[in-house]
């Protein structure tokens, strides 16, 4: 069954930034380093206190980065009850090839679907290729393609704005090819400027899970302090000990911003989605497997230039 999310009442108040602190949630050690958190770009937010939900809907959009991130986010938020982490991402995807998968259309029936309090969003591995509009070709990174592709990142955004979400736009973590390296840094430009631009909130991740120079490593001490390998093979995605580490300033700021009155989505919008109610009803801890999730995170359909599962990039195989 199809559910209609309501009209989205005009919330009254002031819009000021947000402030930006080092997230905090207890449990969770160690904390978020500073100079990531100090990093994020704030949305505003409005002043007026909202009446808090009991269960939040937090719907993750995204490429295969997207369900490792989704996976990440289950674990990290399972025990606390006022959340329904809900994976709407698909491997293989981006906002270049719309003759393969359309996002703006398909964020448009999610929207229409499923009550989004919470979208977290992270694209762009599979975004490396030209762009076909109306006739036109514009080769990656052109004026041209960059004017197509901000509009769709816009029209994306726009959607997700008008459920009355709060959006947090996730940057791209650092890469192990140079080629594609520089590439995601250039996709990750694109992002946090336009998360800006639409006053969303943007995390950066470049140096999450990078050396101490921002270069990539495989292998990263997990909170108790044992090495573990973080990297998939690919040198693109991540084990579930990485997924975990990637994701927790997208938790903490998740969890601070609920503590603290900030997510303005609708209050009367309590009806969840069934994808919500089948995303946590069994036991607080399940493997990868029991989530849906593969052991290695990794599209493995045909390669096509330009995807992130491309085995042929020469980036990918520095």
């Known amino acids: 069954m199809s559910l209609t999310p309501p009209k989205v009442a005009k919330a009254q108040g002031t819009l000021v930034p947000a402030p930006v602190v080092a997230p905090t949630m207890p ?73 393969y998968y359309d996002w703006n259309e398909a964020v448009r029936e999610v929207a229409a679907d499923t009550v989004i309090d919470i979208a977290i969003v992270i694209m762009g591995t599979n975004d490396r290729q030209t762009i076909v509009e109306d006739g036109g070709r514009y080769a990656l990174f052109t004026p041209e393609w960059r004017k197509v592709y901000e509009a769709r990142v816009d029209d994306f955004t726009a959607t997700l704005k008008a459920t009355g979400a709060r959006i947090y736009w996730v940057g791209l973590p650092v890469m192990r090819g140079q080629t594609f390296e520089n590439d995601m840094v250039s996709f990750s430009d694109i992002f946090e400027r336009r998360a800006e631009a639409n ?10 899970l990078a050396d101490e120079d921002g270069n990539y490593v495989a292998y990263r001490e997990d909170a108790a302090g044992r090495k573990r390998l973080m990297r998939a093979e690919d040198g693109i995605h991540f084990t579930m000990d990485g997924y975990s580490q990637l994701v927790k300033p997208v938790a903490h700021a998740i969890v601070r911003d609920v503590d603290r009155g900030l997510i303005v989505a609708d209050a009367s919008a309590l009806a969840v989605s069934a994808a919500a109610n089948e995303a946590d009803t069994g036991s607080t801890k399940k493997s990868a497997a029991e989530i849906g999730l593969k052991t290695q995170i990794y599209d493995m359909v045909e390669s096509r230039p330009g995807r992130s599962d491309d085995w042929r990039w020469s980036g990918a195989a520095r």
């Open 199 to 208: 006053a969303v909130y943007f995390l950066p991740t470049h140096d999450l």
């Open 27 to 99: 449990g969770d050690e160690p904390p978020v380093p500073a100079s990531v958190a100090e990093q994020a770009t704030a949305a505003p937010v409005l002043t007026k206190p909202v009446k808090p939900k009991s269960r939040y809907n937090v719907v993750v959009f995204g490429d295969s980065l997207g369900d490792g991130v989704w996976a990440g986010l289950y674990h990290a938020l399972r025990k606390d009850k006022r959340f329904n982490v809900i994976r709407k991402s698909k491997v293989a995807t981006g906002f270049v090839r719309r003759d």
